[in-house]
T-cell receptor, first 116, second 114 residues
Framework: KAGVTQTPRYLIKTRGQQVTLSCSPI?????VSWYQQTPGQGLQFLFE???????NKGNFPGRFSGRQFSNSRSEMNVSTLELGDSALYLC???????????????FGPGTRLTVT | GQNIDQPTEMTATEGAIVQINCTYQ??????LFWYQQHAGEAPTFLSY????GLEEKGRFSSFLSRSKGYSYLLLKELQMKDSASYLC???????????????FGTGTQLKVEL
């Protein structure tokens, strides 16, 4: 069974640009969560999608957005990039079914975003 | 919201036992997770506790006391490959719309020495 895949793995952007990151969950998993990891703040929750609907949202500005497609693949977008957005962006998939929660969350390898 | 505290660094000897503590203050609770993260890699799931008590899984055990807002991860027979960051995370309550939202501590960097 293939794991969680994220593309691209590395990205360099300039301040003011926008970026889209992609996450393909494990086959059969319907929940996808996104996290930002930085040395200073650690892992911080961005949002979770389940069945194409945003189920949860963290405390990030509106420049951070996401969506989920019918095949459960998810994308997150960051507009008007700032230097502080440089981070490792991780997605995690879970086999949650409907409102039943599974404790299993499997992380992808992440996308390393550098903003210059 | 959630507030999670764990030590920043710990050092232990190969073959020994180490206990990594985690305390939390939460407005809702639906489970506590421990993840291991090696440098440059994704976090990998180690354990999950939602009820009080000890969960054992091979060389790793995790304990939870909900009344005290306290958990620990116990690693036995330490190996060099256990050198990594260990992350404690709490999941929000379903009642507060928790879903799969995890709040992570900043991690404990464990160094295993010969």
């Amino acid at each position: 069974k293939a794991g969680v895949t994220q593309t691209p793995r590395y990205l360099i952007k300039t301040r003011g640009q926008q970026v889209t990151l992609s996450c393909s969950p494990i086959s059969g998993h319907r929940s996808v969560s996104w996290y930002q990891q930085t040395p200073g703040q650690g892992l911080q929750f961005l949002f979770e999608y389940f069945s194409e609907t945003q189920r949860n949202k963290g405390n990030f500005p509106g420049r951070f957005s996401g969506r989920q497609f019918s095949n459960s693949r998810s994308e997150m977008n960051v507009s008007t990039l700032e230097l502080g957005d440089s981070a490792l962006y991780l997605c995690a998939s879970s086999p949650s079914r409907d409102r039943t929660l599974s404790y299993e969350q499997y992380f992808g390898p992440g996308t390393r975003l550098t903003v210059t | 919201g959630q507030n999670i505290d764990q030590p920043t660094e710990m050092t232990a000897t190969e073959g020994a036992i180490v206990q990594i503590n985690c305390t939390y203050q939460t407005s809702g609770f639906n489970g506590l997770f421990w993840y291991q993260q090696h440098a440059g890699e994704a976090p990998t799931f180690l354990s999950y506790n939602v009820l009080d008590g000890l969960e054992e899984k091979g060389r790793f055990s995790s304990f939870l006391s909900r009344s005290k807002g306290y958990s620990y991860l116990l690693l036995k027979e330490l190996q060099m490959k256990d050198s990594a960051s260990y992350l404690c995370a709490v999941r929000d309550s379903i009642l507060t719309g928790g879903g799969n939202k995890l709040t992570f501590g900043t991690g404990t960097q464990l160094k295993v020495e010969l």
